[in-house]
């Protein structure tokens, strides 16, 4: 399986980004754009799962390279609890001609956000502050919603496939019980660090 794995990554660099019909099960969104608090909203919607929260590009060869790899894992490890989130940085414009022919090629089933069209130090600061875009870039989050891992580089298969089990065997964190006097607690702040920062 991990020999698979790591072959279709490194077959998928070469192959060519072109629109095909495919059945899209469960109704994915194709590329919603979306604002740093969009994808904040459906990162914390999966959590109790384990995520993966991918930031890539159609026009960065890594992120090519590795994107089999999360078809991969999200194939074999949705059942078990694993989510991903997918996160486009191809420019708008680009959203028909790149974005979305190339997720249809994988036939994606995770859900798939663009970045919107927001000022690039903005962006990055309101992920994470120690960001200085480079890609791909991947957060492994725990069922507990904590970053555990920040992935700068290739995927190493073996010793991802590992952590990943791992943190699937964690239990999900209790919900809090309701305040007695019946008033909601404030929530809170948003990290400093941006939203997946403080790793």
């Known amino acids: 399986m991990v020999l698979a794995w790591v072959v279709g990554g ?20 194709l590329a919603e754009v979306a604002d740093v608090a969009r994808m904040e909203k459906a990162v914390k919607a999966v959590q109790g799962k384990v995520v993966l929260v991918n930031f890539w590009a159609s026009w960065n060869g890594p992120s090519v390279t590795q994107y089999p ?36 090629y994988y036939k994606t089933k995770f859900p798939t956000f663009l970045k919107a069209d927001i000022e690039p130090i903005a962006f990055l600061n309101a992920v994470d502050t120690a ?8 957060y492994v989050l725990g069922r507990d919603g904590q970053v555990r891992q920040v992935l700068r580089t290739r995927i190493n298969p073996d010793r991802f496939e590992a952590l ?11 919900p809090k019980p309701a305040p007695k006097n019946g008033k909601s607690e404030a929530p809170p702040a948003r990290h400093l660090k941006g939203f997946l920062g403080g790793n």
């Open 10 to 29: 490194l077959l998928g660099a070469g192959l060519p980004v072109q629109a095909q019909e495919s059945s899209r099960p469960n109704a994915v969104p």
């Open 69 to 104: 790899a999360f078809i991969y894992l999200y194939d074999r490890y949705h059942a078990q609890g694993l989510e991903v989130v997918s996160v486009a940085t191809d420019p708008v414009a680009e959203r028909d001609t790149h974005v979305i022919p190339f997720i249809q």
């Open 131 to 138: 960001w200085t875009g480079d890609l791909p870039r991947t």
């Open 164 to 174: 990943l089990k791992r943190l699937l065997k964690e239990e999900a964190p209790k």
